[in-house]
């Protein structure tokens, strides 16, 4: 069985794990603030503040930008139901744009289109590792006194026009669950050059106290221990070489998988380092893909098979007459294929004849 993904683990992170063990000190202490450290140098921020996942780094760093009751935010329906749904924690109202046809990424114009006095902030997601469109946004959020947040969940190491995911926000947010391009086990991570926000982020992820036993205001236990920092400063310093393995695993599928009939390869918008998160391409006739995959013992996945606003929960909020033909296509076509960094050679090989076959 070729897995969808599989985490790159090996000695150096075991040891790592075990120093931490020997320590005493399990819970969140200096590990955490070295990898904090090494991630803000990484992206090129003034800052990065570490937590348990990337759904609370999302929670917070809508806080910190001030998102809350009554606002609205501007999103994407085509990702993981937490970007959303860290809206609605703050008690603000996701607001759906569709998406880019190609890129799968949220449209400028779509953004431009759903502006309203209520707008607060633009909660962009750089998609299967492919940044959007940051010179549109920008401009958009400027003209409009908008926050800009970063959901880079997927996008670790991904670059636009030079500059990383991650940098272009008030602030961004990072997932390090085992299926991303580098993990912790679980964990996140808000990244910013705000000093005010990564203050507030701070002061959030630890029930809000300035000193031990001194609460100021509501927040929530959202920490990462050392243990998981560990693995991350291990993982930190292999993700350039586990993306360049990705890079070139999608290229060489692309070459084999271009100019089929009913699949189409992903499209890389030029300016940007896309470090494929996921490998997705477009099926017209996805069963017979699937079918064809499943009898070669190959993995796959639909991210997404329905979009955000066509979700029970979304629709019980009134979303279901929400009208996004772009994503709700997409959602019917896409499929995730393996291209993840442990893979052998004769691996990809096997992934691009098996989609081959289904195309004959
Ligand atoms: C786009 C996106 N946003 C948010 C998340 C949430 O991250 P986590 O699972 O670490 O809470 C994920 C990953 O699962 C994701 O892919």
Not at 63 to 84: K, N, Q, Y
Not at 185 to 200: K, L, N, Q, Y
Not at 257 to 264: N, P, T, W
Request: glycine residues 8%.
């Amino acid at each position: 069985m070729i897995p969808v993904a599989k985490p790159a683990l090996g000695e150096e992170e075991v040891k790592a794990v075990q120093r931490v063990l020997e320590s005493g000190m399990l819970a969140q202490g200096e590990e955490v603030a070295r990898f904090e450290g090494e991630f803000a140098a990484y992206v090129g921020t003034r800052h990065a503040v570490a937590t348990s996942s990337g759904t609370s780094a999302l929670h917070l760093a809508l806080l910190a930008c001030g998102v809350g009751r009554g606002d609205e935010v501007i999103t994407t329906p085509f990702t993981f139901i937490a970007t959303a749904n860290a809206i609605l924690y703050c008690g603000a109202k996701p607001v759906f744009a569709d998406i880019d046809e190609r890129t799968f990424n949220i449209s400028p114009g779509e953004i431009e289109r759903r502006i309203t006095p209520r707008t607060k902030a633009v909660l962009v997601v750089h998609l299967y590792g492919q940044p959007c469109d940051m010179a549109e946004i920008m401009e958009l959020c400027e003209e409009h006194g908008l926050m800009l947040i970063e959901d880079a969940c997927q996008a670790h190491g991904a670059e636009y026009r030079g500059k990383k995911a991650g940098s272009f926000g008030d602030a961004a947010c990072f997932s390090f669950y085992p299926t991303k391009n580098m993990t912790t086990g679980e964990g996140g991570m808000v990244t910013t050059s705000s000093d005010e926000v990564a203050e507030r982020v701070r002061l959030l992820r630890a029930h809000g106290a300035v000193r031990r036993y001194e609460h100021v205001e509501l927040g929530y236990n959202y920490r990462m221990t050392d243990i998981a920092a560990a693995i991350g400063r291990v993982q930190l310093r292999k993700l350039e070489q586990m993306n360049a393995r990705r890079i070139e695993n999608a290229r060489r599928l692309s070459e084999w998988l271009e100019g089929l009939k009913d699949v189409s390869v992903p499209y890389v918008t030029e300016g940007v380092r896309h470090v494929f998160h996921q490998y997705t391409v477009r099926c017209r006739r996805r069963g017979r893909v699937i079918a064809e995959l499943e009898r070669s013992g190959i993995g796959y996945g639909i991210h997404y098979p329905k979009p955000v606003h066509r979700q029970e929960l979304y629709a019980r909020l009134g979303y279901s007459r929400a009208c996004l033909p772009v994503a709700e296509r997409a959602s019917e076509e896409v499929l995730s294929l393996p291209v993840h960094p442990m893979l052998e050679q004769e691996e990809v090989e096997r992934v691009a004849e098996a989609v081959r076959r289904a195309d004959r």
